[in-house]
């Protein structure tokens, strides 16, 4: 519902107070050093990023013979970029005319680096949630992930690459998509489980 409403808000009656808003905060809180440091984190939400780190962590569910597991990350990489690709392509917003990075040429809406990275990292603290570390420590290391994956998103924001409408709204579209994608992925278990029992 969220989603929906700042695409009915802002891509279709163009409101753009929310964006006004918060650029104009950043920018009184900006300085060249912060911008270094934000154009160093939101690399982690690239693809030169994230394809490598879905790709490591397919190959080491298959090392360790969890070809389910291989499948289903590999099914929640792509799927997910397919409906980041269908979505900019129906939205086509174009990018902040003040981007500090150049040469950007796809579509604002949604921010990628936002969706991929909240995903992913949703992905690390499902593994960690049922690992055998303590539960202090899962609960630690599941708010870090967290946390970072917002700050890859205000990265976003500070380096004018995307409006903060884009990030906030990826954001919720991120937590609709680990919601449906990981109802699916269990439903899809059970089933499975079941059939084996029925076949044995």
Sequence with gaps: MGFAMIVDEVLLEHEKTLDDTVFSFFDSVTTPS????????????????????????????????????????????LSSQALLYILKIIFHRQRPPAALIKNITTYSFPSGHTFSTFVFCCIIVYIVQHSKWKAIYRGIVSALLLLFSITISISRIVLKVHYPTDVLGSLMLGIAWVITIGWLIKKTNKKYSMNEINHQ
């Design 34 to 77: 912060l911008i270094g440091v934000m154009k160093i984190i939101t690399f982690v939400g690239s693809t030169l990023f994230m394809l490598p780190a879905y790709v490591l962590l397919v190959a080491i569910f298959l090392l360790q013979k969890k070809i389910r597991y291989a499948i289903e990350v590999a099914i929640v990489g």
